[in-house]
């Protein structure tokens, strides 16, 4: 077995705290199969968790050159350099990515981390599968029967995932989190709420402005409220989640199949490591010490039935989802990859625009090559093999060659297919005719491809590409 080390990189940019955490994985070739695999990661750096830096106190806007002083003071710490990373990503979370400029934040960590990580903004299904993957997925592996449920609790949002043998089989999303209303820390004076904060206060009839103290009875209404939503989610029985205020509530619809046992709990994210604390028995911080909601929140939920079954200790709490994208935001191609342009990697932002087989019609083919023909920047397409044998292959090439040749691609256009199965390189041979059609086709293999929008390909490394998805499908 062959191997070297690689860099990964998570950043969290969250409601209230921002994080980032660097590690080192193994890149390993096993003789036998040649099939490579990012394994062992070991972290290198970890920040202090600091407060995400917001210009004033209404925190619409994110002070974009505070966040940049962090980046750069994370990166040195860590002593690494952009062009060193191999993978990971950074994602905008909660009230953060509302913001008015969290597309900017978004460009300025594309511009700072450059090609190997996922930078986006407002990914609900993302972030509950990298939260479930960084809070319990190792513990999921150890029981493959038995389901395991998610939580995820920020400032802005919780985010669901339910799982079972360390795999994510559904997402959900609701915007329940600490920040929605804000307070001048160690009291109940309000001093801040989002748009959804105020529909909350109106809906249960508490009539308190900006510069107000709630009672303590007002805050308990608001957070049975939160821990009904929360309930509905996660029992599938939807309730006060149909009313038009939860239906504002519910981002993503969490669905749980029928005829599941009864899931095994995890709690991640801000809230969710006070609730591991408050469980534990460690001191409880202060009323509202961080000026919003947490520590309340995570008293209530331990008071609510939700804790009825068993709970389990999240590995990474609060740092679960910076965590799950250090580990699982990139994937690697297979080493028999076909490339015929390796000049023009990477590539971002590249829509996933269907899935074709050896049995598409002729039409089928065409009309899914006319779909990534009209994208502008290219386009994916996921590739099923049935038989994997060399006449599908010959076969489904050929048909794929033709219709290219029948829409004029030009020679720099991305078309990227995905396959599942070591195969890239005789796949890729048959669609450009052993390379006498000159188009930029690239065919990435051994990738389990996720029910994503897009993908990102990074730079050509030793015989592999790093491979990202977002906009991850519930």
């Known amino acids: 077995m062959r ?113 190997a990580v996922i930078a986006t903004a407002s990914d609900p299904c993302l972030e509950s599968f990298v939260a479930f993957m960084g809070s319990c997925a190792k513990a999921s592996g150890k029981e493959p029967q038995t389901p395991f449920l998610n939580l995820d609790i920020g400032g802005g949002t919780t985010n669901l995932a339910l799982g079972m043998n360390g795999e994510v089989l559904r997402t959900g999303c609701l915007q329940i989190g600490a920040r929605h209303l804000r307070f001048a820390p160690g009291t109940l004076r309000l001093t801040g709420a989002s748009p959804l904060g105020r529909r909350q206060l109106q809906y249960l009839g508490i009539a308190k402005e900006l510069g107000e103290t709630l009672r303590l009875a007002e805050i308990e209404c608001l957070l049975d409220y939160y821990v009904t939503l929360l309930h509905s989610a996660c029992t599938g029985q939807r309730g006060e989640l149909q009313t038009a205020l939860g239906q504002q509530f519910e981002q993503v619809e969490l669905r749980i199949p029928e005829g599941l046992p009864p899931p095994k709990l995890a709690f991640s994210g801000g809230v969710g490591a006070l609730i591991h604390a408050r469980l534990a028995g460690d001191t409880q911080p202060p009323s509202t010490c961080y000026g919003d909601l947490g520590p309340h929140l995570a008293e209530r939920i331990v008071r609510s039935p939700l804790l009825h079954g068993e709970i389990v200790q999240s590995e990474h709490a609060g740092r ?55 994208s502008p920047g290219g386009g994916a397409l996921r590739v099923r093999l049935f038989t994997a044998g060399l006449h599908e292959l010959r076969t489904l090439g050929v048909r794929l060659q033709e219709s290219i040749r029948a829409l004029h691609f030009p020679p720099t256009h991305p078309i990227v297919l995905l396959l599942a199965e070591n195969l890239g390189k005789v796949l890729g041979a048959y669609v450009t005719g052993f390379s006498a059609l000159n188009i930029n086709l690239l065919v990435l293999d051994e990738i389990s491809v996720r029910s994503a929008r897009f993908v990102q390909l990074g730079r050509l490394q030793d015989q592999v590409i790093p491979v990202s998805f977002y906009g991850l499908l519930p």
């Open 3 to 115: 191997s070297r080390l690689v860099t990964l990189i998570g950043l969290d940019f969250g409601s209230t705290t921002c994080s980032a955490v660097v590690a080192e994985a193994r890149l390993t070739e096993h003789c036998a199969t040649g099939r490579r695999e990012l394994e062992q990661a070991v972290t290198r750096y970890r920040s202090t968790l600091v407060m995400t830096p917001f210009v004033g106190q209404t925190e619409d806007v994110l002070d974009l050159e505070a966040v940049d002083q962090l980046i750069e003071g994370w990166l040195r710490a860590a002593e690494v350099k952009p062009d060193e990373l191999f993978g990971g990503g950074a994602l905008i979370t909660g009230l953060a990515a509302g913001t008015a400029n969290a597309t900017q934040l978004t460009a300025l960590l594309r511009k700072r981390l450059q090609d």
């Open 320 to 374: 679960a989802t910076v965590y799950g994208l250090l580990e699982h935001a990139t994937v690697i191609s297979g080493s028999t990859l076909f490339v015929s342009r390796p000049e023009l990697l990477p590539l971002r932002d590249l829509p996933i625009l269907g899935s074709i087989s050896s049995q598409s019609s002729p039409i089928a083919l065409h009309d899914a090559l006319l779909l990534l023909r009209r």
